[in-house]
């Protein structure tokens, strides 16, 4: 089987589960690449770390793809929990800490980003 027929199945596969889904919206997304380079330069996107030098490594696409994996398993919860349900004391805990902590690096991101300070 070659690249473009596990892609075509694939595709048939997943077509209907995500169809509505924003990243499989088309199917020449830019998610599918046809080698395992990642495209563009490396001085290309913003320093928003420390420091006066931007990275080489694609951290944003990393982190990306880590929080499109936190957003669909936090909606999945979402779904399947009722307003009345009991849960335990740590569940409460650590998704009241994974909410502090993504709202931590949402404020410091987003203020980088809107005063232009990368």
């Known amino acids: 089987m070659n690249r473009k027929e596990l892609r075509d199945l694939i595709y048939e596969e997943i ?3 995500l169809q509505d889904d924003a990243l499989f919206k088309g199917r ?3 998610g599918v690449l046809d080698t395992h ?3 563009g330069d490396v001085d290309t996107g913003r320093n928003l770390s420390y420091g006066p030098t ?3 490594d694609s951290e944003g696409r990393m982190t990306k793809k880590h929080l499109y994996h936190i957003s669909r398993k936090a909606q999945s919860l979402h779904d399947i929990l009722d307003d009345d349900d009991d849960l335990p004391e ?3 805990s650590k998704i009241a800490r994974a909410a502090e ?3 931590t690096v949402y404020d410091y991101l987003d203020h ?3 005063t232009g300070n990368y």
């Open 28 to 30: 020449d997304h830019p």
């Open 37 to 39: 380079e990642i495209p």
């Open 112 to 114: 980088k980003i809107k």
């Open 15 to 17: 077509s209907g589960i």
């Open 54 to 56: 931007k990275a080489t």
């Open 90 to 92: 740590w569940v409460q």
């Open 101 to 103: 902590k993504i709202q």
